[in-house]
Nanobody, 123 residues
């Protein structure tokens, strides 16, 4: 199983980025998908998650209204559209896959993880 995250980079405050996570080696449509992030010196935190069908989405309060998670099961890819970026959004962003019907908000409940992509928001 491989989850390949991409799309990170350097952006100014208020800017936008779209992260992608391409999955292979698993039946993608059977997995809930999540995005987590880890800032320097901090623990990994939940950002957003989506059910296997895409019908349900979940967000941490700090990104609601700014980030949108979506998926394309035909392309085995999950996305995280980030707008209104703030310096506090700076982190390595990870995608993860879980077999749960409802996507968990706890990192330990995810089975597979991508390698991470760095997002840096300058002030």
């Amino acid at each position: 199983v491989q989850l390949q995250a991409s799309g990170g980079g350097l952006v100014q405050t208020g800017g936008s980025l779209r992260l992608s996570c391409a999955a292979s080696g698993l039946t993608f449509s059977s997995y809930a998908m999540g995005w987590f992030r880890q800032a320097p010196g901090k623990e990994r935190e939940f950002v957003a998650a989506i059910t296997w069908s895409g019908a349900g989405t979940y967000y941490v309060d700090s990104v609601k209204g700014r980030f949108t998670i979506s998926r394309d099961n035909a392309k085995n890819t999950v996305y995280l559209q980030m707008t209104g970026l703030k310096p506090e959004d700076t982190a390595v962003y990870y995608c993860a896959a879980a077999t749960n019907l409802l996507p968990p908000k706890t990192a330990s409940r995810y089975t597979y993880w991508g390698q991470g992509t760095l997002v840096t928001v300058s002030s």
